[in-house]
């Protein structure tokens, strides 16, 4: 019989993605959800829908029951240590045997964010599980990008304020293959593991700005703001007040050179390089108005 993996974040981007890796193989997979009724994109795959929600443990039991796989993803924001607490929790109460955990980049007790500090925390935890274990550390998502498409489209310009930053960028679709390859192999291959994600290449987002010119057939500029200007416009656009602190502390970060590193891990996990940025603008331009 083939075994259960349960998916948590499922509507999301790196989940989505994953679910489209899993969705051949030999395996039951499981969805966690907030909201069923807005469910039915998954289930139109295949997908086993189950209703929980991170913020209440009384909630999970039924969604863990059976599970043996767990791919872990928790929200960021100030109660993520205690939704993966939670998940974590109900794993071992159903007897699952493994976790596969999405942390971040740099997660670190000293980390210069506090969502590197928070996801520390919660990976410190998953180690102590008595479980078996695998943490992915991916980097700054390429799809991170499709935030600045309007812009790009309408003016063909986009402005964040990283300044010179230089990133070893990565495409989501690649952590989600990562994750896949991890939950096909057996628990014992991964176990203990941390694995850290980036792109083949560190860019700048003047490195960004030419390729997306090459993408869309027409000049693409960056301008650099400064954090209060972002700022402002997040908040317009309504992002939460904390997650707009988290933004910004990670681009002071990046600012500094925090985030000027590339791995080899993807392509030791896949047998083949990580996508590229000019593979993801391709396959994306229509968003940017190419």
């Excluded at 960021?76 to 942390?103: D, Y």
């Excluded at 992002?239 to 933004?247: A, E, G, H, N, Q």
């Amino acid at each position: 019989m083939s075994r259960t993996v349960l998916i948590t974040g499922a509507t999301g981007t790196v989940s989505g993605a994953l679910i489209t890796a899993l969705h051949d193989a030999d395996l039951q997979l499981r969805a966690l959800v907030r909201d069923g009724s807005r469910a039915d994109g998954l289930r139109s795959l295949g997908v086993e829908v189950a209703v929980g929600d991170l913020d209440d443990p009384r909630t999970l039991p039924p969604a863990f029951e059976g599970v043996r796989d767990v791919w872990l993803l928790v929200p960021n924001g100030p109660r993520a240590p205690e939704n993966n607490m939670n998940a974590v929790w109900a794993a071992r109460r159903a007897g699952a045997e493994r976790i596969v955990r999405l942390s971040v980049v740099g997660a670190a007790h000293d980390a210069p964010n506090r969502s590197g500090r928070l996801h520390a925390l919660s990976d410190r935890e998953t180690e102590r599980c008595d479980l078996s274990w695998t943490i992915l550390r991916p980097h700054w998502f390429m799809q991170n990008l499709l935030n600045e498409a309007g812009d790009v489209a309408a003016t063909g310009t986009f402005s964040l304020n990283m300044g010179t930053a230089r990133l070893g960028m990565i495409d989501a679709r690649d952590i989600a293959d990562c994750a896949a390859r991890v939950l096909l192999d057996a628990p014992d291959r991964h176990h203990g593991a941390t694995y850290t994600l980036t792109g083949p290449r560190s860019l700048t987002f003047d490195d960004v700005a030419e390729q997306l010119g090459h993408a869309v057939g027409r000049p693409v500029g960056y301008l650099p703001v400064t954090d209060e200007a972002k700022r402002a416009t997040l908040l317009g656009y309504g992002v939460p007040t904390w997650i707009v602190d988290m933004l910004e502390e990670y681009a002071r970060a990046y600012a500094t050179g925090w985030g000027d590193f590339t791995t080899d891990t993807v392509e030791t996990l896949l047998g083949r390089p990580p996508r590229t940025l000019a593979d993801f603008l391709r396959d994306h331009a229509a968003a940017f108005g190419g």
